[in-house]
C-alpha cells in the first residue's frame, strides 16, 4: 500500500520561513510533487522532484531523498497569500496517478 | 490556454438518484484522471483514461460508479444510485502523456442526502 505523512497544521508569520516535511512508504518511486490548494479552488502544480537535491523556483523550494523516502517543502519570504493547504503527492509510475497525502494547512499571521 | 473545467460546481442528491459529473481536459491532453476527497480523507485516485481507452480504473470504489471518455476528449462520471458515503469533492485532473505534472479542476462538491 501507499503511505503519505504529512503535518496536519502549521503557523507562520508574513515574512519568514517555513519548511513542510512529507515522508513517504510506496511500492514504486516516479516522482514527488508538491501542490497548494486554496479552499474551494483546484490544487495548483508547485514542483516536482524525481532525482535527489533541491529544487528552486522563486520563492519555493523542494527537496527530495529518495533514500530516506523524504521531501520537504520551503517556502521563503512568507505572504498572507500563502494561506493554504499544501499536498505531497507521490507518483510510482510514469504517466499515471498520483498518491496523495492528507495535505498540511498552512495559516500565514502578520 | 483555458484549464481543467468541471461541471457542476455543487451537486445536491437524495440517495438512490443519480448524478454526471463533466470534465473537459486542457486541449490536447490525453491523460485524464479522476480523483475524490471524501470529508477528513486524503484525495485518492478513482481511474485513468488515456484518450477514449481506460488506462486503470482500480480505484473506482463498486459498479455504481461509470466513467467514460467517448471521443477522447470530455469525460464524465455518473453514480447511480448515489449512496450517503459518495459525497465528497470529485476532481478531475489532465496531462500530456510522459508530461511531469496533472493540472487539476475546482472539483465538484457532491452532497447526497
Known amino acids: 500500500g501507499q503511505n503519505i505523512d504529512q503535518p496536519t497544521e502549521m503557523t507562520a508569520t508574513e515574512g519568514a520561513i517555513v519548511q513542510i516535511n512529507c515522508t513517504y512508504q510506496?511500492?514504486?518511486?516516479?516522482?514527488l510533487f508538491w501542490y497548494q490548494q486554496h479552499a474551494g479552488e483546484a490544487p495548483t502544480f508547485l514542483s516536482y522532484?524525481?532525482?535527489?537535491g533541491l529544487e528552486e523556483k522563486g520563492r519555493f523550494s523542494s527537496f527530495l531523498s529518495r533514500s530516506k523516502g523524504y521531501s520537504y517543502l520551503l517556502l521563503k519570504e512568507l505572504q498572507m497569500k500563502d494561506s493554504a493547504s499544501y499536498l505531497c503527492a507521490v507518483r510510482d509510475r510514469p504517466g499515471y496517478a498520483l498518491n496523495f497525502g492528507k495535505g498540511t494547512s498552512l495559516l500565514v499571521t502578520p | 490556454e483555458a484549464g481543467v473545467t468541471q461541471f457542476p460546481s455543487h451537486s445536491v442528491i437524495e440517495k438512490g438518484q443519480t448524478v454526471t459529473l463533466r470534465c473537459d481536459p486542457i486541449?490536447?491532453?490525453?491523460?485524464l484522471y479522476w480523483y475524490r476527497r471524501v470529508m477528513g480523507k486524503e484525495i485518492k485516485f478513482l481511474l485513468h483514461f488515456v484518450k477514449e481507452s481506460k488506462q486503470d480504473e482500480s480505484g473506482m470504489p463498486n459498479n455504481r460508479f461509470l466513467a467514460e471518455r467517448t471521443g477522447g476528449t470530455y469525460s464524465t462520471l455518473k453514480v447511480q444510485p448515489a449512496e450517503l458515503e459518495d459525497s465528497g469533492v470529485y476532481f478531475c485532473?489532465?496531462?500530456?502523456?510522459?508530461?511531469?505534472?496533472?493540472?487539476f479542476g475546482p472539483g465538484t462538491r457532491l452532497t447526497v442526502t
Open positions: 486541449s490536447g491532453h490525453d491523460n
Open positions: 522532484n524525481v532525482l535527489d
Open positions: 485532473a489532465s496531462s500530456q502523456e510522459e508530461s511531469y505534472e496533472q493540472y
Open positions: 510506496t511500492s514504486g518511486f516516479n516522482g
